[in-house]
C-alpha cells in the first residue's frame, strides 16, 4: 500500500535561519506532489506541486523553493525564514489527475 | 481564475445537531471532493462525486452533487463529538489541480 512520509513533525527555528522539510512516498510511481501551507485556523495554500523529476510548478511568488531530486521525494526549502513563513506545511500527492489527494502528517513550523 | 468557495467558515452545534457545509464552484466540476482534519490532524479523504445529482452516504454524512456540477453540500445528521473538524471540498481545474474551499470549521458547543 502506499504510505508517505513527512518530518520533522515540530520545527522551531529562528529568523533568518534556512529550512529544509522532506517528504517521501512510498508504494507508488511517479506520483504528482504537492507542498501546502496552512496558517492556523485556515484554508490550504498550495506553494509548490511537482508532476515529475525536476519538473517544480509554483503556485505563489515567496521565500520558500521546492526540489524533486528523485521520483518519490519532495523538498521544501528556504535559504532565510522570515517569521510569516510560520505555518502547518503539508505534503500530498495524488495519483492519477482525477485521483484524491494523501497527506502526510504534517510539520508544524514556528519562526522566532 | 477558478474558485472554490465554502460556506459557513464556522458553525457551532449542539451535540445531536446537523450540521451543513456548501460549496460553490464558479466553473463547472468534473468532480468534486470532501476532506476531514481533526485539529492538529491532517486533510483525510472522504468521499469523491462525480456525477450530475450525485447524492451518496456514509453512516451519518450525506454528500451532495448538484445538478449543474458546480455546487456540493455534505450533510451530517446528529453530529456526535467525534464529528470535530475542518471539513473541505475540493475540485479539479481544468490542469486537473485542486481548487480548494476555505473549509467549514465544525463546533460542538459544551
Known amino acids: 500500500s502506499q504510505t508517505i512520509h513527512q518530518w520533522p513533525a515540530t520545527l522551531v527555528q529562528p529568523v533568518g535561519s534556512p529550512l529544509s522539510l522532506e517528504c517521501t512516498v512510498e508504494g507508488t510511481s511517479n506520483p504528482n506532489l504537492y507542498w501546502y501551507r496552512q496558517a492556523a485556523g485556515r484554508g490550504l495554500q498550495l506553494l509548490f506541486y511537482?508532476?515529475?523529476?525536476?519538473?517544480i510548478s509554483s503556485e505563489v511568488p515567496q521565500n520558500l523553493s521546492a526540489s524533486r531530486p528523485q521520483d518519490r521525494q519532495f523538498i521544501l526549502s528556504s535559504k532565510k525564514l522570515l517569521l510569516s513563513d510560520s505555518g502547518f506545511y503539508l505534503c500530498?500527492?495524488?495519483?492519477?489527475?482525477?485521483?484524491?489527494?494523501?497527506f502526510g502528517q504534517g510539520t508544524r513550523l514556528t519562526v522566532v | 481564475g477558478q474558485q472554490v468557495m465554502q460556506i459557513p467558515q464556522y458553525q457551532h452545534v449542539q451535540e445531536g445537531e446537523d450540521f451543513t457545509t456548501y460549496c460553490n464552484s464558479s466553473?463547472?466540476?468534473?468532480?468534486i471532493q470532501w476532506y476531514k482534519q481533526r485539529p492538529g490532524g491532517h486533510p483525510v479523504f472522504l468521499i469523491q462525486l462525480v456525477k450530475s445529482g450525485e447524492v451518496k452516504k456514509q453512516k451519518r454524512l450525506t454528500f451532495q452533487f448538484g445538478e449543474a456540477k458546480k455546487n456540493s453540500s455534505l450533510h451530517i445528521t446528529a453530529t456526535q463529538t467525534t464529528d470535530v473538524g475542518t471539513y473541505f471540498c475540493?475540485?479539479?481545474?481544468?490542469?486537473?489541480?485542486?481548487?480548494w474551499g476555505a473549509g467549514t470549521k465544525l463546533i460542538i458547543k459544551p
Open positions: 475540493a475540485g479539479p481545474d481544468s490542469n486537473y489541480q485542486l481548487i
Open positions: 511537482s508532476v515529475g523529476i525536476g519538473q
Open positions: 500530498a500527492w495524488r495519483g492519477q489527475p482525477s485521483s484524491e489527494a494523501f
Open positions: 466553473t463547472t466540476l468534473s468532480n
